[in-house]
Nanobody, 123 residues
Framework: QVQLVESGGGLVQAGGSLRLSCAAS????????MGWFRQAPGKEREFVLFSRWSGSVSYADSVKGRFTISRDNAKNMVYLQMNSLKPEDTAVYYC?????????????????WGQGTQVTVSS
């Protein structure tokens, strides 16, 4: 059974930092592309960034230069480091895993999703 479990969310002031973690189990982690998405109230889930199994990364323009993704294949972990946070970054953040060919800036190719962790940025 595949599980993705996010942690590390919370309340932070604008300009601050948070590090989210996603623990994966039940899959061959090193063969999966790992992505982070977010969803604010009343809005659709949106792409944040993802790491291909090879390690290369793609970012949404809104987070480029502020957010980074890293993965530890030995620990089956993926991390989202968020710096210079803004109130508009407030959302539930989800990690996701996928292995098939597809457009990984969209939700469709991902096979598995975590339950999400809330990030709130106060102004």
């Amino acid at each position: 059974q595949v599980q993705l479990v996010e942690s590390g969310g919370g309340l932070v002031q604008a300009g601050g930092s948070l590090r989210l973690s996603c623990a994966a189990s039940g899959l061959t982690f090193s063969r999966y592309h790992m992505g982070w998405f977010r969803q604010a109230p009343g809005k659709e889930r949106e792409f944040v960034l993802f790491s291909r199994w090879s390690g290369s990364v793609s970012y949404a323009d809104s987070v480029k230069g502020r957010f980074t993704i890293s993965r530890d294949n030995a620990k089956n972990m993926v991390y989202l480091q968020m710096n210079s946070l803004k109130p508009e970054d407030t959302a539930v953040y989800y990690c996701a895993a996928g292995s098939v060919s597809g457009v990984y800036t969209q939700t469709q190719p991902y096979d598995y999703w975590g339950q999400g962790t809330q990030v709130t940025v106060s102004s």
